[in-house]
Nanobody
Framework: QVQLVESGGGLVLAGGSLRLSCAAS????????MSWFRQAPGKEREFVAS????????NYGDTVKGRHTISRDNAKNTVYLQMNSLKPEDTAVYYC????????????WGQGTQVTVSS
């Protein structure tokens, strides 16, 4: 069973940057694809970014492409989301998710970290 703990959220001014971290435990991190999702109040959960188990493949949602970067450090069992040029519409709870490289569903989730971008 994989446990995921996000950190790094907070309040930032528009145009600023934040780096989120997600620490994994309880599994073999290097076989897990990792991702970030977000959910704003009153909105559905939205895909932000994903990175493959090897780190060789990344994907981004259209709303963050070119501004955010996902990365991972398998030695530290951690995945990161570097968020730049933040906008008020980036305000949401950000969730880390994991799935093994052979699965199609994101079946492990963290508790979320709040990101608030003020204008």
């Amino acid at each position: 069973q994989v446990q995921l703990v996000e950190s790094g959220g907070g309040l930032v001014l528009a145009g600023g940057s934040l780096r989120l971290s997600c620490a994994a435990s309880g599994g073999t991190f290097s076989i897990y694809d990792m991702s970030w999702f977000r959910q704003a109040p009153g909105k559905e959960r939205e895909f932000v970014a994903s990175i493959s188990w090897s780190g060789g493949t990344t994907n981004y949602g259209d709303t963050v492409k070119g501004r955010h970067t996902i990365s991972r450090d398998n030695a530290k069992n951690t995945v990161y989301l570097q968020m730049n040029s933040l906008k008020p519409e980036d305000t949401a709870v950000y969730y880390c998710a994991a799935k093994s490289r052979w699965n199609s569903n994101w079946n492990y989730w963290g508790q979320g970290t709040q990101v608030t971008v003020s204008s």
